[in-house]
């Protein structure tokens, strides 16, 4: 989506000059994940409109593959704004290009070869049509991974029922969820309990905000969970949360198709990416510098500890 945010101090009825950038959940993690070198696409629908030929352009510049993204003569591309600090943020996205979308788009999604297919929770609440498109793409046979991030937005939700999210996050392979997430859609507190009402993927990260993130991962061969795992976050002079999320979700999901990082890597190739964007307004940017990178990969749990990004 074509994304707004404030040029100036003082409340949003008083601001007059506005930055035009680019986010939304999909896009954010495709964008990351090819900054992180893993070869990424991008599949959803914009306007044929100056806002769409921008967000096709911006995503496409970090290096993702942006062939699939469809145009719609007739609806808009979607839009949000950010008012200031702390505000909620407020969608513009009823009756957008992308809330058009639906089943008709999987014969045309390029699956051959492709690892993992990332999705979130944003998608089914956009419409009739794209909560049918999630089904039935989360129903496909399939030989690649399914990630499905909560990414639970209130403000897209009323009207509409959330449970569909349990019934999505339990047909997935990978969930990522935040700890307030899960507490405010499902009731549950904590990993052990978001486990408990998410028995079936089996790999179940639980973000756990300022603090850490826990990982939860069932072993192949016993069909048994493995100890929970868990690794603090970074100390971050943080600028704006927004965009974190993704970036910690790319983090992990391309360590994760490394295939050879331990679970505390991956919880760290996370923790990493989203310092990143910790530090910045932007909901995409390019990772730390690399040494900084190896170097917290490598560090002893004092060393991690003791790291603090400025």
């Not at 690892?115 to 496909?140: K, Y």
């Amino acid at each position: 989506m074509a994304l707004f945010v404030p040029a100036q101090d003082g409340p949003p009825e008083s601001v007059r000059t506005w930055s035009r950038t680019v986010g939304g959940a999909e896009s954010n993690v495709a964008c990351h994940l090819a900054g992180l070198g893993v070869p990424s696409a991008w599949v959803s629908a914009v306007g044929d409109d100056a806002f769409g030929r921008a967000v096709t352009a911006f995503v496409g510049g970090y290096g993702v593959d942006v062939s699939g993204v469809l145009v719609d003569p007739d609806r808009p591309t979607g839009l949000y704004v950010k008012e200031s600090d702390g505000s909620p943020v407020r969608y513009y996205r009823r009756g957008s290009a992308a809330s058009a979308l639906g089943p008709d788009l999987l014969p045309k999604l390029p699956l051959d070869g492709v690892r993992l297919v990332h999705t979130s929770g944003i998608t089914p609440a956009l419409s009739d049509s794209c909560l049918a498109l999630m089904r039935e793409l989360f129903a496909l046979p399939r030989t690649h991974l399914l990630s499905f991030d909560l990414n639970w937005r209130p403000a897209l939700w009323p009207g509409r029922d959330p449970d569909v999210l349990r019934e999505l996050a339990a047909a997935a392979d990978i969930v990522l969820v935040g700890a307030d997430e899960a507490a405010t859609v499902w009731g549950t507190d904590g990993p052990a309990a978001i486990r408990a009402l998410l028995p079936e993927p089996a790999t179940l990260v639980v973000k756990q905000a300022a603090d850490g993130a826990t990982l939860i991962e069932r072993d192949p061969a016993t069909g048994e969970d493995r100890p929970e795992v868990f690794t603090p976050a970074l100390r971050v002079d943080v600028v704006e949360e927004v965009g974190a999320g993704d970036a910690f979700a790319a983090g992990f999901l391309a360590a994760t198709l490394h295939g050879t990082a331990g679970p505390g890597h991956r919880l760290r190739a996370g923790h990493l990416q989203a310092a990143a964007v910790l530090r910045t307004r932007d909901d995409v940017c390019g990772p730390l510098p690399a040494d900084t990178v190896e170097r917290l990969l490598a560090a002893d749990d004092a060393q991690w500890a003791a790291a603090h990004i400025r």
